[in-house]
């Protein structure tokens, strides 16, 4: 990994110009822990987006020649062709993991879209205008926060299940939506407090004193100055968002057959664990890695972009 | 701190109010209603139910209604336990499920905490990566999948415990375990962190410097200054083993409420489900306000007005 630049010995290399960015990548590459995050994350986003096409099957093929030649039984792994065997209707494992793995990166980013597009605005309105503004805001994420999270979800889910929105990417959008409208809390607090000491800062004081209208100082100055704990903030409630995915899939929320997200076939598979275990393992692993690497990047990154803060939390 | 302390308790009841109102609205959009049956009933008898549970008055009076009898404390009668009240269904199961949540957190505690101290004492080596591990194990296994796991080994494989049940001591093993899981990792995340934050400062070396030995150090000066931001994640922690232990419940067939609200949204059990909820939100309400006045106890800096 190490840079094999020479420098002669004795030359004075002038410094480069390193922005925060540059900075934070070299300190997120010492971090083993996170490279490994980082290099699941993008496995699990490249079996996501290309899964499905390298998939051996179609998820919701059931196989009859090699269920039939089986006795009817879920196939074991490296069985007629089946990497990971199959279901009880001789589905295949592997082809039903990839689309599973596309819900769990769509409900990734997402979730975390509907709370940037939530929390972000809100946290910086309270920040910078305080007062009633401040109060009212905060008092709202009280009142969002005092929700049981996942209940709420299963409330509004069964509520819009015949709607447009209940019916949109297999039922799953509104779970997604849900999800996210309980998770932003987080994040507008943390923008609001970032809001609150930036505000009071030298370069937003000339940005006023130039004539800067507020708007763009909160644009062009506070959101960027801001963005490293949101962006850490955001990366590690992505595992948040992923369980509460799997586990409203495992109780039969979200999802419609014949697609089935990793939590469903969890759920799915539990009737055989005792004669075909693989139907919940391989699932279960599915979502360990993808909640592990979430949340090994997201530790990196807040070492990385705040070195203070290292440790913290 | 008094007039601090009544204003937050007082704010509960806004939140509570904006809750239920929210909770009421959507569930009163829900598709369908309480007398839906296989069987379809006549009309006049749908009429005469709905004329009875006073569900004829539009949906505002039906919300006044309900607030008004949450005052006495009554929440009403249940549709589908037909007849039982509210409050004796949820009678005991808000027991079993304080119990359940009490025995996974002071299990998550009891491990947790020791755990991240010796983590962080034995950092970079063996117990640091042993509480490590136990942490990642924690973090990737979600309830549903550890209940499975420990009901194959422990119910099925050994035939230790039964698989499911609420019958003494016994039965509560595994669900206590299942449910205590992910706080172990949390809080064992938590105070290993907290911990090490607290090592480099400044107090420790003076209280080396002059000579206080090791334990008392740790246990004096350390400890008692990392558990500070320990206890800020101990109540949502109280907060989510109560309020989220349904799936425990459903998995470990215990009569918690978090059956009844599974239940009661599948029934459309009005009255039952408006309970849940609002025994649930106040759980959480109040549980940030417990720390928030504890918070201000053990860490004498903090003073609220």
Redesign the interface.
């Known amino acids: 990994m190490a840079s094999t630049q020479v420098v002669a010995r004795g030359a004075i290399e002038p410094r480069a110009t390193t922005g925060l960015w540059r900075e934070a990548w070299g300190r997120l590459r010492k971090n083993k822990l996170a490279i490994v995050g980082l290099i699941a994350v993008s496995i699990l986003m490249l079996a996501a987006v290309f899964g499905p096409m390298i998939a051996p099957y179609p998820y919701d093929f059931p196989d009859k020649e090699a269920l039939k030649a089986y006795g009817f039984k879920p196939l074991p792994p490296m069985t007629a062709g089946h990497l990971l065997g199959t279901d009880q209707l001789g589905r295949d494992l592997l082809s039903r993991l990839l689309d599973g793995a596309r819900i769990s990166m769509t409900v990734a980013l997402v979730v975390q879209f509907v709370v940037l597009f939530i929390g972000v605005p809100l946290g910086a309105m309270a920040g910078w205008f305080g007062g009633r503004v401040d109060s009212f805001v905060m008092r709202f994420t009280d009142v969002v926060y005092a929700f049981p999270d996942l209940l709420f979800i299963i409330l509004l889910s069964v509520t819009l299940k015949d709607t447009p929105l209940g019916q949109a990417m297999d039922g799953l959008l509104l779970v997604f939506i849900a999800i996210g409208l309980t998770s932003w809390v987080t994040v507008a607090r943390l923008v609001r407090g970032q809001m609150l000491s930036l505000k009071e800062t030298e370069f937003v004081e000339a940005a006023k004193a130039i004539g800067v209208s507020d708007r763009n100082i909160v644009t062009r100055h506070l959101l960027p100055n801001g963005n490293g704990p949101v962006i850490v903030a955001i990366t590690l409630g992505i595992p948040g968002a992923i369980l509460a995915e799997a586990t409203l899939a495992y109780i039969g929320i979200g999802v419609q057959p014949p697609r089935a997200s990793w939590g469903y076939l969890v759920a799915d598979g539990e009737k055989y664990i005792r004669s075909s275990p693989h139907l919940v393992l391989f699932p279960a692993i599915c979502i360990a890695v993808a909640l592990l690497s979430f949340t090994f990047l997201g530790d990196g990154l807040r070492d990385a972009l705040d070195p203070k803060l290292k440790g913290k939390q | 701190m008094a007039r601090y302390l009544i204003r937050r308790v007082l704010?509960i009841i806004?939140?509570?109010f904006?809750?239920s109102l929210?909770?009421f609205t959507?569930?009163h959009?829900?598709?369908g209603g309480p007398w839906d049956q296989d069987k379809r009933l006549p009309a006049a008898t749908i009429e005469r139910l709905n004329a009875i549970y006073g569900l004829d008055k539009p949906i505002w009076e039906q919300y006044v209604n309900w607030v008004l009898g949450i005052i006495h404390l009554d929440f009403g009668p249940s549709y589908q336990f037909k007849d039982r009240t509210v409050t004796d269904i949820l009678a005991g199961g808000i027991l079993t499920t304080i119990q359940l949540g009490v025995m996974a957190f002071i299990l998550a505690v009891s491990i947790g905490l020791p755990l991240g101290i010796i983590a962080a004492l034995g950092h970079n080596r063996w117990p640091d990566y042993t509480a490590t591990g136990v942490s990642?194990i924690g973090?990737?296994?979600?309830?549903?999948?550890l209940a499975?796991m420990l009901i194959?080994v422990f119910s099925?494989g050994l035939g230790w415990f039964p698989v499911t049940g609420w019958k003494g001591p016994n039965t509560w093993v595994l669900p206590t375990i299942a449910l205590a899981g992910f706080p172990i990792a949390v809080i064992t995340r938590?105070t290993r962190?907290?911990m090490?934050?607290v090592t480099r400062k400044d107090y420790i070396r003076t209280a080396h410097s002059k000579g206080v030995g090791d334990r008392a150090v740790v246990s004096r000066h350390m400890i008692r200054n990392a558990l500070i931001p320990v206890v800020t994640i101990l109540g949502p922690i109280l907060a989510f083993l109560i309020?989220?232990s349904?799936?425990i419940e459903?998995i470990f067939a215990v009569p918690g409420i978090g059956k009844y609200?599974?239940t009661s949204?599948a029934q459309r059990d009005y009255p039952l489900?408006m309970a849940?909820?609002i025994i649930?939100?106040f759980t959480?309400?109040f549980m940030?306000l417990v720390v928030d006045v504890l918070y201000a106890y053990i860490d004498p800096r903090i003073r609220y007005s």
């Open positions: 704010w806004p939140v509570l904006v809750v929210v909770t959507l569930m959009a829900v598709p990642v973090i990737a296994t979600p309830s549903f999948v499975i194959l099925l938590y962190a907290s090490l934050e309020t989220g349904f799936i459903n609200y599974l949204i489900l849940t909820t649930y939100a959480i309400a940030n």
